[in-house]
């Protein structure tokens, strides 16, 4: 649900559904969505002007996709990244 509300613009409710989502996660131990929720929330962070905070979570998701095999979702990410200056 995260990455639709951030596809209409409503970047601060996409950080909230993020938020959510990464406690659940965490709360449950169920991570099959973790990395896309951190993604989804860095990408929000980039849209609202807030690149410092976002920075850190474009790098998790990446690492964390990078490490379970899901390249095409690490190229996604890659190409985000290097369109917002951002290093991994």
Do not use: P
């Not at 991570?31 to 962070?45: D, T």
């Not at 990078?66 to 290093?87: S, T, V, Y």
């Amino acid at each position: 649900m995260s990455k639709w509300v951030g596809l209409e613009g409503l970047y601060s409710e996409t950080i909230k559904l993020c938020d959510i989502g990464i406690l659940r996660c965490i709360e449950y131990g169920v991570y099959f969505s973790f990395s896309l929720l951190l993604y989804n929330k860095g990408y929000a962070l980039v849209m609202l002007n807030r690149k410092e905070e976002a920075i850190k979570y474009v790098q998790e998701a990446y690492y964390i996709d990078r490490a379970r095999g899901r390249m095409q979702l690490c190229e996604h990410i890659l190409q985000f990244a290097k369109k917002h200056e951002i290093i991994l």
